[in-house]
């Protein structure tokens, strides 16, 4: 049945982001008088400002991946967007909505540059250099993409820019690994510049504002140098020899500053030159790389690793950061244990609250650990997590100090129950035992060997039941679609039935079981998948329905459910297109939570607290919400 659509609750409240910033891997300033905006490109969607980095907003309607790599604007004010797995994306509402273009699977690489032709109104060209396949170019507003790399010496484009003006010749330059390449006619043919490099690499192009008349383009290297050429790219001067320490990564001209206003980025610190790059002052300095540079006459940007956003109102003298409310981190799952909170992100690691999500610590001796997989709370001290490499970690001091309990590789899924009993569940299928409440493991008998685990779930009353539900990845096969399946054993694991399916190709499937419920709760578990929330139909043994979460099919991730589902409880599902809730055990849904700063929701979690139901709410970029469930 079709989801309902009602008026977002209200009683949701925010509790900010875990962490400010995030890695910002390019960024954007509207050239458009009437409509001053901003955007960032970041690994969870683009983020827009109205007030110069002051406040941002998340854009991720139309994506079909949040992870974005480079953004780029039009005169007129179209953007373009591309994503760290080659898609391509357009946009004509200022990045308030995106459509994705068509690209061709062997050119489907990484996204490193992009930009407009400067007259895309009439030509409807724009570019994409990728890091494997070439330059890309759409000659019909971003809805067909083919390969533009004629001339172009190398299948890994750094970096690409165009001429402002191209009323006369359609002038554009491009950096590959062997040096940087220059087109007359739009990207149809390339040839070399004398600034071809054996012992360096150029990656960052910098073009000026009066192209026409001075002919001016700048080039940066992985060396820390910088090149002019004041003669359309036939040649070519050394204007610094070094600059700062490591590689430059990121070139920006001043407008109307006749290109002698220059800012750069190398490695983590912002230089400006004054005098079209031939000597250089270091103005800001930060954690992590400077990775991309946009400006206009008011404003510079600088897109950050991992601190978010820079700006400066002084044409790169001085920088301030701007993340308020640029929430962009990998925070991928939120737990509950007894008045904890904790969250967990592959490269973030693992974060603990005591105040509901208000103020955020974070736990240390995780580094070298990184990538983690997983989580999971037994207590408000006691912690399980597992790497991607590693095996599994315990904390009995809420993660003061950690200790490697199980070496077993990678472990996607931990499920212990209060007395002791657990499973750990890893991509290839296998599954490992604990009875001493995760001290110590060993491999016990899997059926599901190849599949990826999901999910495991031990049933409340297991000590009396023996009941544990397991879900798992089933690869396509040329004669079967990809699918999920949940399996039930009712025994502790000595066999296993697979009980349902669900054809998807979703790489994620979560159970919830009833909280609150004491009876029969493992005969309530609801699961999410792809699209759908999947319910047992409880008067017919091992017959599920699924039902589309939301109507325009955006994919349901995490999943609550409080009280008896038939019996007036409530299900709690979150979407890439805010939380939905059902009363009527999933048949039929309506939209519960869309805040203007916030869009996905990846994880859900409930907790008691003081006498009352809790649901809390993590969104794609890491901010947190609380219900109190009445």
């Known amino acids: 049945m079709m989801s309902s659509i009602a008026q977002p609750d209200k009683s949701w409240t925010s509790c900010g982001p875990i962490l400010r910033g995030g890695t910002a ?3 954007a300033v509207s050239p458009v008088v009437e409509v001053q905006r901003c955007w960032a490109a970041t690994g969870c969607g683009v983020f827009i400002s109205e007030d110069q980095g002051e406040t941002w907003i998340q854009s991720l309607s139309g994506f079909t991946t949040p992870l974005l790599a480079a953004i780029a604007v039009s005169p007129g004010g179209a953007l373009v967007a591309g994503s760290l797995q080659g898609d391509l994306f357009t946009s004509y509402d200022y990045g308030e909505s995106w459509r994705v273009g068509i690209v061709p699977e062997e050119s489907r690489r990484t996204v490193v540059a992009v930009t407009f032709s400067p007259s895309f109104k009439e030509d409807a060209s724009v570019y994409a250099a990728t890091d494997g396949a070439g330059l ?45 390449f220059v087109s007359q006619n739009g990207g149809r043919a390339w040839r070399e510049t004398e600034l071809m490099l054996t012992d360096d690499v150029v990656g960052a192009l910098a073009i ?11 080039a940066g290297t992985e060396q820390g140098k910088v090149y002019r050429s004041q003669d359309s790219g036939r040649t070519w001067d050394l204007m610094a ?36 790059g031939a000597t250089w002052v270091a103005t800001g300095k930060y954690p992590g790389a400077v990775l991309a540079l946009a400006g206009d006459e008011t404003i510079v940007l600088a897109a950050l690793q991992d601190e978010g956003v820079a700006r400066s109102l002084d044409g790169g003298k001085t920088w301030s950061l701007a993340d308020e409310s640029l929430a962009a981190r990998g925070f991928a799952r939120l737990a509950a244990a007894d008045d904890s909170l904790f969250v967990l992100g592959p490269q973030e690691g693992v974060a603990h609250s005591l105040d509901g999500g208000k103020t955020w610590q974070e736990l240390s001796g995780l580094a070298k650990e990184l990538p983690l997989a997983t989580i999971f709370a037994l207590t408000s001290d006691e912690l399980f997590v597992a790497g991607q490499t590693s095996g599994i970690l315990r904390s ?7 200790e490697t309990v199980c070496e077993a590789t990678g472990v996607r899924v931990i499920d212990i129950t209060p007395s002791g009993s657990g499973l750990a569940g890893t991509a290839e299928g296998d599954l490992f035992l604990t009875q001493d409440g995760g001290k110590s493991w060993s491999p016990t008998p899997t059926p599901v060997q190849g599949q990826e685990i999901l999910a495991i779930a031990f049933s409340p009353q297991f000590e009396n039941d023996h009941t544990i539900l397991m879900g798992t990845a089933i690869p396509a096969t040329p004669v079967q679609q990809a699918r999920v399946a949940l399996w039930r054993t009712t025994n502790a694991g000595a066999n296993w039935r ?4 669900q054809v998807t190709t979703a790489r994620w499937l979560e159970i919830s079981l ?3 419920v004491t009876q ?7 699961m999410t998948t792809g699209p759908f929330c999947l319910r047992p139909l409880r008067r017919a043994k091992d017959v599920w329905i699924s039902t589309r979460v939301d109507p325009t099919g955006t994919n349901a991730l995490s999943v609550v459910l409080i009280g008896e589902i038939d019996l007036g409880g409530k299900l709690y599902v979150g979407t890439g297109n805010g939380v939905f809730r059902s009363l009527d055990g999933g048949r039929t849904w309506h939209a519960f939570l869309q805040p203007d700063e916030a869009q996905s929701f990846i994880s859900l979690t409930a907790a008691y607290e003081q006498g009352e139901n809790v649901i809390y709410a993590l969104s794609l970029g890491g901010r947190v919400y609380r219900h109190v469930v009445r």
């Open 396 to 402: 009995g001091d809420c993660g003061q100090s950690w």
């Open 241 to 276: 020899e070094h600059i700062g320490d490591g590689p430059l990564n990121c070139l920006w001209v001043q407008p109307h500053s006749n290109a002698q206003t220059l800012v750069a980025g190398v490695a983590s610190s912002l230089y400006v030159s004054q005098d079209g």
């Open 514 to 516: 009833p909280l609150g």
């Open 25 to 27: 891997y390019s960024v």
């Open 136 to 180: 890309l170019v759409s000659r019909n507003s971003g809805r067909i993409w083919e390969d533009s790399s004629f001339g172009l010496g190398d299948d890994t484009v750094l970096a690409v820019v165009t001429a402002p003006d191209w009323s006369k010749r359609e002038v554009m330059f491009a950096a590959t690994t062997e040096g940087v």
């Open 520 to 526: 029969h709760a493992i005969d309530q578990a609801v």
């Open 208 to 218: 000026s504002a009066q192209f026409e008349t001075d002919r001016t383009i700048f």
């Open 498 to 501: 697979q009980v349902t399916t």
